[in-house]
């Protein structure tokens, strides 16, 4: 009887919790509803891609984007890459599943079968530490992605918003950063620094690049794009800069309008480093 009473209890607690959280989501489910998202059946297959490599910072970051890669192989029959840079050793146990020293290990393995039964061809899984990267060798970890690329070849890369690193976390962010400096360098070069935000390209119009100075605009997304001719310099003062010589700068913004401005003339969008 007291038994009885007891599940009666703990039944009416889970209904009325069940009601708490169904209510909270009704409450607030404008806030997972976005009216002008567009349904898709791969969103590899949409972007017409056949070998995508995924960056990632931790084991089971890649659990946030599994439908992705078991679409990616299952709908397309693409080729599929994994990098995890750390073994997520300092990750907290709950519940404990096995000793702490030994947690790289464990998480490194759930990696690899969970990438496995994905279908993912290869997935390589670094020591960088746990919580660690952004204080780890960001040259080494960029040369090490650049590897990755050349050897993965994928027209898809995907990887951490570096901004956000979708939940804040600093190794997310930080590896963000660095896969996009990884895509940078096939075909560009880090420069001095003395500019950010910033792709610049010579001899412009002598060497007619427009064409690979608006790629590399249009594949980067976020940095505009100056062309620099022959005997001209683009001299940058403060926020602004202005033209000097016998050619032209073209600049290209990272929408891909394309403008040319001539000697004396003045350019809006120099983003110089203050
Ligand atoms: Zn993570």
Sequence with gaps: MRRKRALIVTGVIAAVLALIVGGLYWAGRSLFYEPTARGVDSVIGELGGTRVLGVFAHPDDEQTVNGLFWRAKDRDGAYTAMITATRGEAGHQSPTVGRQEDLGDIRKAEALKNSFNLGVDRHVVWDYPDGGVPESDADEIVARIVEELLLVEPDVVVAFWPESGAT???????????????????????????????????????????????????????????GIDEDTALVLEGGTSHVLGSGTVTVIEPGGRLRRHGTGETVAAAHTRS
């Design 168 to 226: 804040g976390h600093a190794d997310h962010m930080e590896m963000g950063a660095l896969a996009e400096r990884a895509i940078g360098p096939r075909g560009t070069d880090p420069g001095l620094g003395l500019v950010t935000r910033s792709i610049i390209d010579q001899h412009f119009s002598e060497r007619d690049r427009a064409g690979r100075l608006i790629r590399a605009v249009l594949a980067d997304g976020r940095r505009t794009g100056y």
